[in-house]
């Protein structure tokens, strides 16, 4: 059986995150695994031909971005004590940036969160967890809002 050492845990930093990093620090614990926590920023690159100077949107991702790691180190503090966990903010696609952070961390799993959207919303505004478990080398643990 393989062995899980780390896990990658991606989270939207929304209120369902706090569930998603529970169910990650109860495998690490269990598993004597660390735990590489991201969130994936917007790069906004595909709104530079919009009539808005390339260097306004650079601004407004580095605001996100500056915001997110302040946010990303106060929830590892706050939610992955009694583990070896580090947060890291991307910036991109987040199915593509979460794939790609797992294969150069060498992530044994991913737990991540799914909104569990339907129909419509879903055809609108496709699934970023769909496209993980699709497209993983690894396992994908995905958990719905409770």
């Known amino acids: 059986m393989k062995e899980i050492k780390k896990i990658l845990c991606a989270v939207d930093l929304s209120e369902h995150s706090k569930d998603v990093a529970e169910y990650a620090v109860l495998l690490a614990k269990g598993l004597n695994a660390s735990v590489v926590v991201v969130y994936?920023?917007?790069?906004?690159?595909q709104y530079v031909g919009f009539h808005v100077p390339p260097n306004t949107i650079e601004n407004f991702v580095g605001e996100i971005v500056s915001g997110a790691e302040k946010s990303m180190e106060s929830f590892v503090a706050e939610n992955f004590s009694g583990v070896t966990a580090t947060g890291k903010v991307l910036i991109g696609y987040a199915?593509?940036?979460?794939?790609?952070?797992?294969?150069?961390?060498?992530?044994?799993?991913?737990?991540?969160?799914?909104?569990?959207?339907?129909?419509?919303?879903?055809?609108?505004?496709?699934?970023?967890?769909?496209?993980?478990?699709?497209?993983?080398?690894?396992?994908v643990l995905t958990v719905r809002p409770s």
Do not use: C, Q, W, Y
């Open 40 to 45: 994936t920023a917007p790069s906004l690159s």
């Open 95 to 139: 199915a593509e940036e979460i794939l790609a952070h797992a294969k150069e961390e060498s992530a044994d799993v991913i737990v991540m969160g799914t909104h569990g959207r339907k129909g419509i919303d879903r055809i609108l505004f496709g699934s970023v967890a769909e496209k993980v478990v699709k497209n993983a080398d690894m396992p």
